[in-house]
């Protein structure tokens, strides 16, 4: 029973600490001339301000479905909250503490403004970081805690758990002390 703990307890600490760095380690296979395994990107991904009290950084974006396997980099690109149509977006977002008088400042729409393929279905947003994406996206809290906020109801998220957006409004709103840091993979959809 000792090595099972001993296991989980390092798997958590390394796993702590990469969630906690300003930049994430990203390793990128493809095939070489000769059709043999090879490592195309061996980077480090530094998390950059995308919004107030918002970073991130994108591993990884394609533009159609199924996608073309590339030796060119992607991630690099500039784009928006959303996938590209017909595409995916592989990606770190960390978010800060938010107290309530910053909140009280955000201003109406923040993030929703920016989202260039919003589902036609749904009711205006409600809080400046609401916003919603014709897209399916998944999520796994991989380190600290978050609020999700929907329309009428807002879900508490800790360390582990696991989210299937489907085109909804939402927002992630970090009322804790520590930041919050997700992991997505972002994938166009039908319009719901």
């Known amino acids: 029973m000792k090595h099972p703990l001993i296991a989980t307890t390092l798997a958590t600490t390394l796993g702590l600490s990469y969630a906690n760095a300003e930049e994430m380690r990203r390793v990128v296979t493809g095939l070489d001339d000769r059709n043999h395994a090879t490592v195309l990107f061996d980077t480090l991904m530094p ?12 591993f990884w974006i394609t533009d159609s479905y199924p996608p073309s396997l590339t030796k060119e980099d992607p991630s690099g690109r500039p784009i928006g909250t959303a996938p590209p149509d017909n595409g995916t ?27 260039t393929n919003s589902p ?14 014709r897209s399916l996206d998944y999520a796994v809290i991989l380190s600290g805690e978050i609020d999700m906020m929907l329309d009428d ?7 582990g758990d696991v989210i299937v957006q489907q085109a909804t409004n939402h927002a992630w709103v970090n009322h804790g002390t520590q930041p919050c840091r ?11």
Do not use: C, Y
Not at 96 to 113: C, F, G, N, V, Y
């Open 47 to 58: 998390l950059q301000t995308v919004a107030p009290g918002i970073k991130a950084t994108n």
């Open 89 to 115: 977006k592989f990606r770190v977002v960390e978010f800060a503490p938010l107290d309530p008088d910053s909140e009280a400042k955000l201003p109406p729409e923040m993030i929703q403004k920016a989202i």
């Open 120 to 133: 036609a279905k749904g009711i205006p947003v409600k809080h400046p970081l609401m916003h919603r994406t």
């Open 153 to 159: 109801t807002s879900v508490h998220l800790k360390q």
């Open 182 to 192: 997700i992991l997505f993979v972002l994938m166009d959809s039908k319009e719901p």
